[in-house]
């Protein structure tokens, strides 16, 4: 049996839910509860992987843009520092600058997409961590306006409702006895 309440796993005998206290009744719980929540089940396990894929996706491009940054700024320092001449005395120091600037930029880029690499991983992979991640990364993700805020708000959705929360401990639960 499960609780209805938050989808723990209870014994037959038991009157009250170990994981939330919530009474337990035979009136309470559902006829089939396979019955009722596989379709529930179907549902939020098609909405993980579409976050886990979002969260891969933007974590790829963000790591994109960065090695990108990091090359044209490069590129540029480079053409006009004088690097490509072997002639000393058309260095223009100024232009160094832009060899930092691209490594900042593009080290920046990195280190804000490596996490939504990681939480994409580890959400197709039912991580029990990833989880929590994913919703730090979703709060951080409402203020970038418009696609983080959409991302934000629906991977706050599929964590946090009752069904995704019971969804994915259970998978969680399933792969780690595995």
Known sequence: MYCPNCGQSIAAESKFCSGCGTAVTPSSLPPHPEATSSATNDR????????????????????????????????????????HDLYVDRHFPPALGFLGLGALIGAMALIFSLPGLIAGYGLLKYKEW???????LCFLNLLNIPFGTILGAYGLWVLLSREGERHYRQQADILWKA
């Open 44 to 83: 939020m396990a098609i909405h993980v992987k579409v976050l886990g894929w979002i969260y891969l996706g933007f974590g790829f491009l963000g790591c994109v843009v960065g090695v990108m940054a990091f090359l044209l700024f490069s590129a540029v320092g480079t053409r006009f520092s004088g690097w």
């Open 130 to 136: 990833a989880r929590i991640l994913t919703i730090i």
